[in-house]
């Protein structure tokens, strides 16, 4: 081979490279070991195993594009829907279409829509706020979505006040707040458990036990989990407090916050439009999200109005865009909740059912880019306890934890695993005898933790 010829391979062989290293590529929960997801249906605390492969089923990438293959379904147990929605977690077909090098949108501002806007890095799909209901002027009365006539000029008219999903079907949430759109099943919020939140404003985690996709850690800077459909990272709710790495971790801030009105009458913009329903006890201040307005802050750990900012993360050292799943001091989600109203990038996904190029495809044992063993933390609770030990991994997991539970003298009681993507797992202690017990978790055969449990 001459010299010119060698040039454009060389130029090949260094974009295969650079894309091998990107986290868009090497981020994802690839499932290896077969898992399949499991539901839980209303008046039955026993979940069902389903037949549908869990988190990602592969990655392949081009020079411009990535291409993840999944199902949809989570690791953790989805379900039940206590809102009335008949539908359960379905398999999904195709691949999510995501650009490799996004771009600033320097027009104007392509706001989120209906459906998939985004994915989680376990293959499951991110909505915006909406949830396909909103206030119809004329009738004055709500319109759109199950149960409600349809909206004046049909589901792509925009209205003048659009219903919020986080507040009006909060009911209809599983534990790992989620549920499904015609089997779609997706989070419009930050994907940790109802019952990890400071302040626990659903029960549904203690009538159906199960989790989320990560655990809120306060002390580190929060896991890459997803990307939007511009392209850009999506994080949990801490990060470094200046966009520069500096400044410690900290909780990063909405700059949305609600409006102080009684009567919705005018936008933010002070736009006046037909009136919606006056802020009451069944249409309270957040049901809309016209309730909302955005002030621009100048302390570097809040967010610009499309709830991102340009800052250093663990994954892009460099720095990059980067939108954060948004919570309150409480940790319930915080509007706009992940991404929105408007994408900051240009929106180039998509979902497609084939692939039309030459693609590589990403094989985890290459990567070097994924977190260790040492960076998780497990905590066990109640202990002591009577009943059973649930054992929680904080973060996000990307391997399988294998948790035992040995007597006194070593001898091995019961096992149990916490799965990727993925945080907790429970050990049953009511046909123990009373005593200490030694709670051991480990991945890969590295010891995360092992700690000493009292069986009352």
């Given at each position: 081979?001459?010299?010119?010829?060698?040039?454009?391979?060389?130029?090949?062989?260094?974009?295969?490279?650079?894309a091998q290293t990107s986290p868009a590529i090497t981020s994802w929960l690839l499932n290896t070991t077969g898992i399949t997801g499991r539901h839980y249906v209303q008046g039955n605390p026993a979940p069902i195993q389903d037949n549908s492969p869990a988190n990602v089923q592969s990655v392949q990438y081009s020079g411009n594009w990535v291409y993840v293959k999944s199902a949809g379904i989570p690791s953790y147990i989805t379900g039940p829907f206590l809102d009335g929605n008949p539908s359960i977690a379905q398999p999904q077909t195709g691949y999510f279409k995501l650009p490799l090098q996004p771009v600033q949108n320097t027009g104007t501002p392509t706001g989120t829509t209906g459906g998939n806007i985004g994915i989680f890095i376990n293959g499951v799909a991110l909505f915006d706020y909406r949830d396909g209901v909103a206030w119809n002027t004329n009738t004055n009365s709500l319109c759109g979505g199950p149960g409600?006539?349809?909206?004046?000029?049909?589901?792509?008219?925009?209205?003048?006040?659009?219903?919020?999903a986080i507040l009006a079907e909060r009911v209809g949430f599983d534990c790992a707040k989620g549920h499904p759109?015609?089997?779609n099943y997706h989070h419009h919020q930050n994907p940790s458990a109802f019952n990890l939140d400071l302040d626990v404003i659903s029960n549904?985690?203690?009538?159906?036990?199960?989790?989320g996709l990560y655990a809120i850690d306060s002390t580190t800077h929060a896991p890459l989990i997803g990307y939007a459909y511009d392209g850009f990272p999506i994080y949990g709710a801490y990060g470094y407090k200046n966009p520069d790495g500096t400044g410690g971790i900290t909780r990063i801030k909405s700059g949305y916050q609600l409006r102080s009105i009684t009567a919705r009458t005018h936008h933010a913009n002070g736009n006046d439009v037909p009136d919606g329903p006056l802020v009451s006890s069944t249409y309270p201040l957040g049901y809309f999200r016209e309730d909302y307005e955005f002030i621009a802050h100048t302390e570097a750990d809040y967010l610009d109005e499309h709830n991102g900012r340009f800052c250093v993360?663990?994954?892009?050292?460099?720095?990059?865009?980067?939108?954060?799943?948004?919570?309150?001091?409480?940790?319930?989600?915080?509007?706009p909740y992940v991404v929105g109203p408007t994408f900051y990038g240009v929106r180039t996904a998509s979902k497609v059912q084939t692939i039309s190029e030459p693609v590589t495809t990403w094989n985890p044992s290459s990567s070097t880019t994924m977190a260790g063993a040492t960076d998780l933390k497990v905590g066990i609770f109640p202990n002591p306890s009577a009943e059973f030990f649930a054992v929680q991994v904080r973060g996000m997991l990307e391997n399988e934890v294998l948790v035992q539970l040995f007597s006194e003298n070593g001898a091995l009681i019961q096992e149990a695993t916490i799965q990727p993507g993925s945080t907790i797992c429970y050990l049953d202690a009511r046909t123990l005898y009373a005593g200490v017990y030694t709670v051991a978790a480990s991945t890969k055969g590295r010891v995360l933790s092992a700690e000493k449990v009292v069986v009352e």
């Open positions: 081979m001459n010299k010119i010829s060698l040039i454009p391979a060389l130029l090949l062989l260094g974009l295969s490279l650079r409600n006539p349809p909206c004046p000029g049909g589901p792509a008219t925009a209205q003048s006040w659009n219903r919020d759109a015609m089997g549904i985690c203690d009538l159906y036990l199960a989790d993360t663990p994954d892009y050292p460099q720095g990059i865009y980067a939108y954060f799943a948004t919570v309150d001091e409480e940790w319930n989600s915080a509007y």
